[in-house]
């Protein structure tokens, strides 16, 4: 396949495939003598695969590992949970700062309404 097939079927754009590829969660591409990119149909779900797990919080750095950790064999959930604990442990964390800062921001939002604005300055601006 080449690689717009492949974009087109993962539903990624061209320069996904070729960062992908550059990042290690691709194979590196067999080329046909006029330097084309030749993919296996593998190509596509294992797009899609990344795709998945960025999805659901990894990073490209996890996915590159989760990946090759699939690729030695013997991958299993018992094996493989931790990754899966670690996103869910950063997005708590993510989640908790959100919230601290919706709070701040509706405080000085209800400061605002009431005229007493405190953004930037540190005193109200009557």
Request: charged share 30%; hydrophobic share 40%.
């Amino acid at each position: 396949m080449k690689i717009g097939q492949v974009a087109q079927e993962a539903g990624v754009s061209v320069d996904t495939v070729r960062f992908y590829e550059r990042r290690g969660i691709l194979p590196a591409a067999e080329r046909r003598p006029s330097g084309y990119r030749i993919f296996d149909a593998t190509t596509v779900e294992r797009i899609r695969m990344a795709k998945a797990l960025q999805e659901l919080g990894f990073t490209l750095d996890e996915v590159v590992d989760a990946l090759t950790s699939h690729d030695r064999g013997g991958a299993t959930c018992d094996s493989e949970r931790w990754r899966l604990e670690a996103v869910v442990d950063r997005l708590d964390a993510k989640i908790a700062e959100l919230t601290q800062a919706r709070r701040t921001a509706a405080g000085r939002l209800r400061d605002c309404r009431t005229g007493r604005c405190v953004l930037i300055y540190g005193h109200a601006d009557h």
